[in-house]
């Protein structure tokens, strides 16, 4: 049977809403989306590498939160302080809490159920916040609680092949049956790759891959739309 694991944070749902919606109560509102967009995507180019050094015991995890928008602000020569990039990421978690799912990842999800494949989810982060994702998304309606996998409960954190492996034993699944979709070229289409995973990127963002090498995702689709379209084609 073919298992397929999905991402959740920007692959599932459009994280960047609740980014530019607390970025025009706390920061600017006359900024243009376009302006906004290019601060969000700063912010999480920081974020994944703060992440990293947070993982490895550098930096704590306040360290990750309130310096990936401090450095991301910094880049836009806009003015922010730790009180208020503390409040900012208080405001941003909050403005989570009313994530929807893409439209046509909810009717992806639908049709996978219907079909013989195993669903999962694996992601990074820290097993409070990304449970209260997961539950806003609904997520369990889909996909039973023991095949979700927060990287926080472990210890270790995408790319790490270590939480791929323990996700195979745990399922089980074998990487030649394994599909992974997720928007990070970097955490999500190395790390599946890496133990021999299929891996989809949803490059929904369009971004350029920042590894050099010969990896590269089985299948690179740029809207909610078109990895439906690919699933609904190969099931």
Known sequence: MTTIIFD?????YDQALSFHHT????????????DIDQIYRTSRKYSEELFDQSERGEITVLDWQLGRIKYALKDFDIPIDNDLAKTFDEHYKKAQSDITLFPELEALLDYLSTKNVTLAILTNGEVTHQS??????KLEKWIPKENIFISGAYGMAK?????FHIIE????TKP???IYVGDSFEKDIVGAKHVGWQAVWMNHRRRQSNTTGTLKADEEVFSAQA??????QRF
Request: net charge negative; no cysteine.
């Open 8 to 12: 959740v944070d920007d692959t599932l």
């Open 23 to 34: 970025f025009k109560q706390l920061i600017n509102d006359n900024y243009s989306y376009e």
């Open 132 to 137: 209260m994702k997961i539950k806003q998304l």
């Open 159 to 163: 790319p790490n092949p270590e939480i």
């Open 169 to 172: 034993e745990k399922l089980p």
């Open 176 to 178: 030649e049956s394994t």
């Open 227 to 232: 990895l439906l379209d690919y699933f609904s």
